[in-house]
């Protein structure tokens, strides 16, 4: 694999693939009706946030190390409604793999390629359930729910 393609995976790839998952959970709490909602890219100091209804996005320096969405509601959520939340990421992943997978067929590139492998991992190992200290996948918190 060439450089500039390795530097492309890492800098806009695996984020664009992190925002894309973060976006589906996002959705989910806007169908169960969230009253509060905060997409967080990255780590560091010094943010860039913006509001958008009540949707708070944070985007730090260091954006593509990772992502968190979280919301909450006034009244308790059910466990289905969090299972919706939750599936919305590995789901939206899917939809971009797919999506990009014919993009490729009429634009070949390396690029829309490890767009669509990128975003196949990303579904499929959120979709396992384990948990390594606290992170813990979408999987799990379904499979948690689901054994409740």
Do not use: C
């Not at 169908?31 to 010094?46: E, H, N, P, S, W």
Request: glycine fraction near 6%.
């Amino acid at each position: 694999m060439d450089m500039y393609l390795i530097v492309y995976l890492i800098f806009v790839i695996a984020p664009l693939t992190t925002l894309i998952h973060e976006l589906g959970h996002v959705s989910g709490s806007l169908i169960v009706k969230a009253d509060y909602i905060r997409l967080t890219m990255g780590y560091g100091k010094r943010p860039f946030t913006f509001n958008f209804n009540q949707i708070k996005f944070i985007f730090y320096p260091f954006y593509f190390i990772g992502g968190f969405t979280t919301s909450e509601r006034d009244k308790p959520y059910k466990n289905s409604e969090i299972v919706w939340v939750t599936i919305l990421g590995p789901v939206f992943n899917a939809i971009t793999a797919w999506l990009s997978y014919f993009a490729f067929e009429f634009y070949p590139s390396e690029f829309l390629q490890l767009l669509f492998w990128f975003n196949i991992w990303m579904a499929i190992v959120n979709i396992i359930p384990f948990k390594i200290n606290e992170k813990q996948t979408d999987g799990f918190t379904i499979l948690k729910l689901m054994i409740k």
